[in-house]
């Protein structure tokens, strides 16, 4: 245990940054560009912050590290503060201090009216990502886990696209409706309880009557945030109509949350009604990746194709955490990362072109491999990962979910491997449509290549993806130990006969 | 005859001094200048501070007096604090919005001073009599300060219009205290308590006591009381709807408070319905009916409805934990309140007030900081965390739950989330909305600055404080149940 806050620090950085921002005063082009340096500087400080943490974390056990716990309502109510990480939530705490300055860099152009508030929001949006990874009590973790709504409303109305009051109303309302009954639960367990700590609870033998009704309880507010089918409808409307770095946080962190809730809270908690509810979840996450993957096949619109793909990408996700067996878990695990950093350059992909077309319709391109070669190769990478080719990050979670669901069910299994194929037809047909063919259209001709900005931008994403697939120990040893517990512990809580209370 | 005994006037000393320094400022308006508007407020404001400190000093004592009709304990000290503040809050608001407006009558502070000594004598009443005396105080003032305005014809039907639902609400009120009084034979709140431990739930006792709390239920303005509420608010001058929602509301909702664990303790189990059907229809309501509204104040007039349906909550679990729910909620209620008044009597267009929704188009680029401040007392409001409301569900909801009122609950997670469309579509307006043509101005006035600072500071960092808060609620909780 260490007494130096760091995971406090690493989660509130970003308000320092704010703060900073909030005051910058001065003509709308020097407000612009210091809110720009401000936010990057922080952003990346934070990375680094966050990286140096990473260096100091024992990869060997399972135990929560860097625990903070500060009494939040003394005498009166036994919440506290209390943070922590273990293996599973390092590396989503990772992923958002990760893409929170590349989504400020990608907006580095293409936000140019109201920068300072556009950078607040995003930093308020990082404060929120990381603290509620890193959360280990539920009623903080509650907090965190709404807070993402305020921002994230925000960006999505203020600089969307046309539609972007349906959509934002639509993503606020959607997601607040599934989280509230995520507090009633919380409530729900503290009034039997008389503790929201997450390590305590999972502790805890819940009656399985209670489960089941908790267990929906939580489902509704995470299979909103996955998004399972059939609650994503407000996913490919909030995508489209997002700026790019709002789809990038939206596909990278957000999505994750509704896993990791599955993970963290979902499984240890209510073990017996995971159990008896796995079935409900395969059908659902079965249909999404074959009913989605369908859907985006017919998608005209390059971020809705994504973003349906995204719903299919997730639905594995959901298969492997409830397969409830080792490879399962670790699948999930790895393609929550994976598809963190590949949706989300994807959808950097498809903002480059946009900034310079300001289209999302796939007919209006094409051919754009002789004039953007660099784009072509980088776009390839994200592609061929989403499609899960060997060798890319894609790959190994996929092939682990599959094994994992393998033990249980093979057909679940057989369903869901079409989704593989189905996923192969409709990125590669998207790659096609927009960087083969005839370079026609002068428009499109004109188009420049990758910017500095932009290679420095995909550079570590592509990095990643490749040393993902072609060497995921490094990724895998760290987040092993934790996800092994998950899995004994939740096979000796079915192991002893229910409690009678 | 009883021999004549001096009562101990220790434990009212804080209403004695406001009602002498009530009537020496209204001495004092009479005898300066009419015009002088802004002395009398000032001097109301003092007087109201002064009063603060004395409710402060006899904070944590128990006692009782004026034989046995009047008690002061923890709890009345926290709900006369709030009150006594939410007053003269009141009054700063007022300051440049009278000037505007032309109401500048040395009567208003006057009024608001014995409005707010209504207020004290309501919470510290232990006697249906002494009840009745301080909520009609309080009531008078209001339906003239309603109509305050009076050269306007919607000021004055505001105020006549409070006036008659007022006095039938009283009716019921006195109609139900008869009853009460007939089959109990006391008035005082502890024998009522021991006689109904005795007798338990008839059918007159029961009437008398829906009766009387549905007289309560229309200060609070809970569904399907709450008919006057919209009107008065929108017609009412923008400054004495702010007090409305402030002060009133938090005296009210005390007092049933009050009167459902004291007097009526013993048949928790027969009003727990009737406060669970109030409180649901008023969040239901306030959720729904605001949705239409293009008024602000008929907004906020809606909001305060379902507000008061989720304090209602706190009451139906009727345990510690939503008596403390209670006054969290009406403390961060109040303060919302007070930021969000603020803004609205900031704002001008022209020559006049900002009072429709689609004014605010745009506000988020011609002012920014305002529009900042009411987002973030719409998302507060709305109950989003990291902000202050939230806290203030959170602790109602937690009452429910422990009480296992897993209905109450539901529905009042569900309402919320549909208030939220309301309160997101200010926000939505303001950023979103491409401007109007007339620009809006912000009143540079310091108090409301100052105000609206405290109040935006409070929402935002009430995640990290909420201390002490909660164990002053706690120990009021507390001192109530014993």
Redesign the interface.
Known sequence: MMTFPILSLITFLPLVGVLFIFFVRGDDETVARNARNTALLTSVFTFALSLYMYAGFDKATADFQFVELIP??????NINYKMGVDGISIFFVLLSTFLTPICILASWESIEH?VK?YMIAFLLLETMMVGMFCALDM?LF???F??V??PM??II??WGGKR??YA??KF??YT??GS??L??AI??L??KYGTTDIPTLAGVDVPFEMQKWLWLAFMASFAVKVPMWPFHTWLPDAHVEAPTAGSVILAGVLLKMGGYGFLRLSLPILPEASLFFAPLIFSLSVVAVIYTSLVALAQEDMKKLIAYSSVAHMGFVTIGIFTLTQQGLDGAMFQMLSHGIVSAALFLCVGVVYDRLHTRDIDRYGGLVKNMPNYAAAFMVFALASVGLPGTSGFIGEFLVLAGSYQVSTTVTALAATGVVLGAAYTLLLYKRVVFGELVKPDVRAMKDLSFREVMIFAPMVILVLWMGIYPSSFTKPMAPSLEKVITDFKADIAQPEAKP | MMPFNSPDLGPAFPEISLAILAILLLMFGVARNKEDYHSVANLGIFALIAVFAMVCKFCDESSATFGNMFVADAFGSFMKLLVVSGSAVSIMLASKYVERERVMRFEYPVLILFATLGMMLMISANDLIALYMGLELQSLCLYVLASIQRDTIRSTEAGLKYFVLGALSSGMLLYGASLVYGFTGATNFEAIATSLAAQGAGVGIVTGMVLLLAGLAFKISAVPFHMWTPDVYEGAPTSVTAFFAIAPKIAALALITRVAMGPFGPLVEEWRQVIAALSMASMALGAVAAIGQTNIKRLLAYSSIGHMGYALVGLAAANAAGIRAIMVYATLYMVMSIGTFAIVLMMKQKDRMVEQISDLAGLGQRQPMLALAMTIMMFSMAGIPPLAGFFGKLFIFQAAVNAQLYVLAVVGVLTSVIAAYYYIRIIKVMYFDPAGDEAIDAAKDGRLNFLLAVSTAVALLFIAFPGPLLTSAEAAAQALLK
């Open positions: 939040w309502m003394p005498e009166v109510v109201r508030e009623m509650y907090v965190f709404e807070g709504l305020i409303f925000v109305g203020v972007r009051v934002s109303f606020f309302l607040l409706l509230v009954l507090l009633l409530l729900a503290y009034g």
